[in-house]
T-cell receptor, first 111, second 113 residues
Framework: QKEVEQNSGPLSVPEGAIASLNCTYS??????FFWYRQYSGKSPELIMS????GDKEDGRFTAQLNKASQYVSLLIRDSQPSDSATYLC???????????FGQGTRLTINP | NAGVTQTPKFQVLKTGQSMTLQCAQD?????MYWYRQDPGMGLRLIYY???????DKGEVPNGYNVSRLNKREFSLRLESAAPSQTSVYFC????????????FGPGTRLTVL
């Protein structure tokens, strides 16, 4: 079983709608969870981090964490064509100074 | 601040040639990382250095060596390049903390013929 799993997509969402991206992880004791955005040909850019259960909002982005279900999600409200990118979920490994990344979900926002 | 910088941006090698990829960060981070990214494979950790003076293997270390030259710089060496090492290589850095937020450099696109 992969440590961090994401649906690879592509996920297609109309402009102005809510895009919902999901990620599950296998390490029950993980403490840190991240969402990175990666445009084609560019490097990953950190857009959200979350460390405790519940929701964390930053502008149009909301990260949601449920440690009991080992599930983390990213909601993008009022989706814009500029949100079209691959979104990578990353989970911190307890006791080790490293992250494990999912394969990424490719998101396309249709005007 | 430049953040994380990598050189070169692009490189073409022939099988068997060697090269070193350079990475530097100006954020005073303790930890540095080398990843490779292949289509459909996501980001895979090659080697990392949790702090100056230490290095550890990641998920795919075979065929690579690293040097943590000082707190700012972390290099990745391919001693005898193989076509399977054709990939995009990213360097990242983070503070030494339980949360490990990592920040990435722009990447090096390497082709081995």
């Amino acid at each position: 079983q992969k440590e961090v799993e994401q649906n690879s997509g592509p996920l297609s969402v109309p402009e102005g709608a809510i895009a919902s991206l999901n990620c599950t992880y296998s390490d029950r004791v993980s403490q840190s969870f991240f969402w990175y955005r990666q445009y084609s040909g560019k490097s990953p850019e950190l857009i959200m981090s979350i460390y405790s259960n519940g929701d964390k909002e930053d502008g149009r982005f909301t990260a949601q964490l449920n440690k009991a279900s080992q599930y983390v999600s990213l909601l993008i409200r009022d989706s814009q064509p500029s949100d079209s990118a691959t979104y990578l979920c990353a989970v911190g490994i307890q006791g080790a100074q490293k992250l494990v990344f999912g394969q990424g979900t490719r998101l396309t926002i249709n005007p | 601040n430049a953040g994380v910088t990598q050189t070169p941006k692009f490189q073409v090698l022939k099988t068997g040639q060697s090269m070193t990829l350079q990475c530097a960060q100006d954020m005073n981070h303790n930890s540095m990382y080398w990843y490779r990214q292949d289509p459909g494979m996501g980001l895979r950790l090659i080697y990392y250095s949790a702090s100056e003076g230490t290095t550890d293997k990641g998920e795919v270390p075979n065929g690579y060596n690293v040097s943590r030259l000082n707190k700012r710089e972390f290099s990745l060496r391919l001693e005898s390049a193989a076509p399977s090492q054709t990939s995009v290589y990213f360097c990242a850095s983070s503070e030494l903390s339980a949360y490990n937020e990592q920040f990435f450099g722009p990447g090096t696109r390497l082709t081995v013929l």
